[in-house]
């Protein structure tokens, strides 16, 4: 695997994790509050968050950049 897309693939993984974990510990606080079950509804949010968001973030963060490069004119 070549430099750039072993990259592509952990950031991936990295950005899944501060991501998802953030939005999630937030919706579920929102919804549940900080009660008994918030940390297991919080993971089961996670993990269910994570298994879709990281494929979504690989496929998805390249074609982001192209949109941000064209709306900012600047080179992708």
Do not use: C
Request: glycine letters at 6%; hydrophobic letters at 60%.
């Amino acid at each position: 695997m070549n430099p750039q897309k072993k990259f592509h693939l952990v950031f991936s993984f990295v950005m899944g994790a501060m991501m998802i974990s953030l939005m999630t510990l937030v919706i579920t606080a929102v919804n549940v509050g900080f009660t008994a079950e918030f940390l297991t509804r919080w993971g089961r949010s996670f993990a269910i968050g994570y298994v879709i968001g990281v494929p979504m973030i690989f496929f998805l963060a390249p074609v982001a950049r192209k949109i941000t490069s064209r709306l900012i004119d600047m080179p992708a």
